[in-house]
């Protein structure tokens, strides 16, 4: 892929945990240890139960499906290459991430994460199609 | 059902192409509404407006040289503006204020002002998650619930297109539309227009134009004494779904339903009871999930529900009467006129595109990513 992501602002103290497992190429969710709900993005309450004392950031296995998918026609900054693929990819584990994918693909496909480093260091999940290899 | 709230008047302000600036646009749009009513400033103890800056009911009334009992700047996007009715109906039934100004005026298209991203402050979780995948705000998102909704009923573009063809055809009518002198177009016309975020080109997107609304609203026993027939508000209802592309688990599930469910059981009707609907259309998309969302039709019926010129002028189902913003007028925030529309049509005012006998119209706005939903029902009071 040749695109360069644009700046991407700081982590927080919410979101600390997420970009940190980026740099090292591992993709999780936030998961509560008290009801079991899984969450994306990190927030600072659990949306299935309200609590705020049992949250974790939990590995996934990197494989989803795509929910619904847009090629971009028109560049929404300067230096950003026309067409891209903007989808969301519900993972395996049920969160939605939108994301971009290296072609046009068709609705429930299955695609495997891979990474697109950031200058800082962190990293951003983005999918390929699955394959024998990947899957 | 009554409220016991009116809209006494209605006015936009210019449209297009103006060279002014947002308060003189709003200006023109408020004392036009007032005058329209036949009230004066003098009369005004509540106003509600966005857009004008940080403090968008506040500016506002300091320019207008009001001291307000009452204001509200909620900024929920296009659908503010239905969500304002439901407030200001509050408002005045509660005894907080008498009279109230709902209004918006955009210059966006002589101040290009429009962007296609960048929308999100650095401290939302927006700009860490999603932003930085270049999605195309909100054209990205409505493409991509239009992807969801088309692979899931296995409709196409085409019959898409209609919302398109139909609300030219209501512009062809209406001289204050952007595109009145334009001419009809076709499904094809649709389909073969530049590329934005597919599946939708840029004749499936609103215009981007200057323009603003207003509406006056004061009690129903009130209006009985103003100079036009009353407007009542019968009901009201809103959902707010999402500011996230991925909150909403089903893109091709219309936020819509919850909001046109608590209007239509508030006001006592049902959408068989609707002669004239205006609905936010900054893209086709928008206007078929949101058809479908209020009801009348099932899930995934909404494509063959607008064919056969079902929503044209003449049809059974009158949609976007004045051209909507896909070619009348889209100020970026479009709530207000679907306000302005519905209550001319219900005084009779609308000339060659007067739907006969119009007594009850609904107003259903829109705003963001398909995040607010804001539902209006309005009948006249003759």
Known sequence: MTWIPGEVPPADEMTADWWEATREHRLTVQACTACGHLQHPPRALCTGCGDTDHLVQQAVSGGGTVDTYTVVHRAPRPDVETPYVVARVRLDEGPILLTRLPSEPSIGDDVTVAWVDLPDGRALPVFNPTTEETS | ?382
């Open chain 2, 1 to 382: 059902m009554t409220t016991g709230v009116a809209i006494v008047g209605a006015a936009e302000s210019d449209l297009g192409m103006t060279g002014r600036s947002i308060l003189g646009l709003q200006t023109q749009a408020v004392t036009r509404a007032l005058a329209d009513a036949g009230l004066t400033l003098a009369d005004v103890d509540g106003i509600a407006t966005t857009g004008v800056g940080r403090f968008s009911a506040t500016q506002l009334a300091d320019h207008l040289g009001v001291v307000p009992t009452w204001t509200d700047s909620t900024f929920a996007g296009g659908s503010a503006f239905e969500m304002f009715v439901a407030r200001a109906t509050q408002a005045i039934r509660d005894g907080q204020c008498t009279t109230v100004v709902i209004s918006f005026a955009s210059n966006q298209r002589s101040a290009r002002s429009r962007r296609l991203g960048g929308v999100f402050e650095p401290w939302v979780p927006e700009a860490q998650f999603e932003e930085p995948y270049d999605p195309l705000y909100p054209a990205s998102y409505y493409a991509m619930a239009t992807q969801a909704y088309l692979h899931r009923y296995g409709g196409t573009r085409e019959q898409l297109a209609e919302v398109a063809v139909a609300a030219r055809e209501w512009a062809l009518l209406n001289p204050a539309a952007f595109r009145h002198e334009a001419g009809s177009i076709t499904a094809a016309d649709v389909l073969d227009a530049p590329m934005v975020s597919s599946p939708l080109t840029v004749a499936d997107c609103c215009l981007v134009t200057d323009g603003g609304g207003a509406v006056v609203l004061t009690s129903l026993d009130r209006a009985r004494d103003l100079r036009r027939t009353p407007v009542e508000v019968l009901g009201y209802g809103e959902r707010t779904t999402n500011t996230s592309f991925t909150t909403v688990d089903d893109l091709a599930v219309p936020g819509a339903a919850g909001a046109g469910t608590d209007a239509f059981r508030r006001a006592g009707i049902t959408v068989a009871d609707v002669d004239v609907l205006e609905v936010y259309d900054s893209f086709t998309i928008t206007a078929a999930l949101s058809i479908e969302g209020l009801g009348f039709c099932g899930p995934g019926e909404v494509l063959d529900l607008i064919a056969d010129g079902r929503i044209r002028p003449g049809g059974a189902l009158p949609l976007n009467t004045n051209g909507g913003g896909l070619s009348y007028c889209h100020p970026g925030q479009y709530g207000v006129l679907l306000l302005v529309e519905a209550v001319r049509q219900l005084r009779g005012e609308c000339g060659d595109r007067q739907v006969a006998g119009a007594e009850i119209a609904v107003a259903h706005g829109t705003g963001g990513i398909l995040s607010t939903h804001a539902t209006v029902v309005l009948g006249a009071a003759r």
